[in-house]
Structures are given as structure tokens and as C-alpha cells.
């Protein structure tokens, strides 16, 4: 999953990337509204978390601009204002929830994972491949009736090939989803995750269920 940022006081916005980052989102920040157009606009997100109060473009013009551009990612709006009538302007404006601050940061995960829930959104909390099993709640997976520990890192990339089974992915693709705008694309790095996930998924059991598609990239089934 990947989640875009559009917050102005850095502080919050990189507390947020930290703790959303330790869940195994990838994300990326952008401090003002022209960024997070720009940003949202160029790049395929799983979710939004909006400012009301940007500068450049405020949060409730930026999201109405992304619906009227049919951009229909999930929006959560994060706001200081806490009066009604801000509330119910900004989902007006397009957005899908709202947050006041401050905040707990359990809440903003609870509320980020029952966006993902909603059917709009098509996002499953367990899934299940063969003898493969991931709980995205509890970021538990077993297979076979054994548990298997991954980093965070490495479950994002195995949620990324379970919800695509059959289906051939570049590293392009995986680059854009599991990692963040600051991917090294030269680097190696993609191949070397994909080795460690196989070794812990693979390793041991009779069918192997990540496939390398040499000069095209992988293939999960």
C-alpha cells in the first residue's frame, strides 16, 4: 500500500511517514497543495491523508480539484478545525473521513484501514493463496501451519504479489507501490527483497509460489 501525505508542518507529516512507514506502508510527503497535486496527480496512491490549512491550495481545494480530475483514491483530512461546518465542507469537498487534531496515531491507522476496507476501495484484511495465509490486521502469515516472520519491508512486497496471483509484475510496478518516491531505481534492491521473501515463503515446501520472468519480472502463483 502506498499513502501520500499532503501536511504542511513537517514535524506532523514526518511522524506520520515514520509510524505509517513501521506499519509497512510506503509513503511519500509533499508540504504544500501545489506538491500534493503534483504528487497525486503523477503517482498512483492507495490513499491520501490531507491538511485542511496548505498553503498554495488549501486541503478542501486540492481534494475537490482530484474529484474533479477523477481521481477517486480514498481522501482522509486531517484538520485542527474542529467546528461542523469545517467537517462537513470537507466532505463536501470529495473526501471520505476526517480526523481532528491532534490525534492518536492508533486512531489514524484504524481509520486508514477501514478506508482500505471499504468495498470502493476492493481491499481484503486476510488473504489466502494454496497453503499461504496473511492477516493484514494482525501482520501475521503462515503457511502450511507454520508462522513465518517478516519484516516490514518484505510484507508489503508479499501483500503486493498475493493480491495480484497469476498476474506477471515489473519491478517498475512493485517500485511504485511497495517502495517510496525516493526509490534508487538503478540499485538492485527490489531483486534482493524478492530473495529474502522467497526464501522464507519457499524454502521448504514442495511448490514454489514466486517465479522469476527473466527481462519481465516476476510472476506469483
Known sequence: MRILIVEDEKKIADFIRRGLKEEGYAVDAAYDGEEGH????????????????LPKIDGRTLCAQLRKEKISVPVLILTAKDQVNDKVAGLDAGADDYLTKPFAFEELVARIRALLRRPEAAQEVHLKIKDLEMDLLTHT???????IELTAKEFALLEFFMRRPNTVVT????????????????TNVIDVYVNYLRKKIDRGFKDQMIHTLRGKGYIFK
Open 38 to 53: 503534483f504528487l497525486a496527480s503523477t503517482n498512483e496512491y492507495d490513499l491520501i491523508i490531507l491538511d485542511l490549512m
Open 171 to 186: 519491478r517498475t510496478m512493485i517500485a511504485e507501490h511497495v517502495w517510496d518516491i525516493h526509490f534508487e531505481t538503478y
Open 141 to 147: 502469515v503462515r503457511r502450511g501451519g507454520q508462522d
